[in-house]
């Protein structure tokens, strides 16, 4: 699936609010390429699903937002899952509205078929939570950058 999402792939987390009473969930951080910062804020409302899963050893020094995927589920509602680092560590989020700086994050299916899918099912189900690892190990034997972090890339100039 295609987002609206991009300008906070690589982005470092700065912080995360949660408010249970009012359903949102706000994430903010920022991306930097040399010398510029963008600062972006990626707000949930009328929350519906918050879930935080780490195997990763910490303290960290910092999170990096390595991998961004946006589903709409069978409700209507926009899942978001954030990947921190690997797929060890991860925070998916569903609500009813997602807005990145006060946009609405849009989700498109893709316009191509998957290899060795012949129906809108198989497209559906590589989507679901239950495929995460293999769809993540797909993923990275595909993207030509040989799997390099938007940190590492900044950093390489």
Known sequence: MRHSLDAIWGAVLDAVEFDI???SLAITCHVTAGSHVDHHRLKFKELSELRFFNA????????????????????GATQVEIVFWSE?????????SVEL???????????FP????????ADLAQHSPG??????RRRRARRPDGWRSRADELKAG
């Open 56 to 75: 990763i050893p910490g303290p960290w020094k910092y999170a990096e937002l390595t991998e961004i995927h946006v589903n709409r589920t069978a409700s």
């Open 21 to 23: 009473i009012a359903q």
């Open 131 to 136: 495929w995460r690892r293999s769809r993540h």
């Open 114 to 121: 998957l290899a060795g899918a012949g129906d809108r099912r």
């Open 88 to 96: 060890d560590s991860c925070l998916v989020a569903g609500a009813r």
């Open 101 to 111: 700086d006060g946009e609405p994050v849009t989700v498109t299916l893709k316009a």
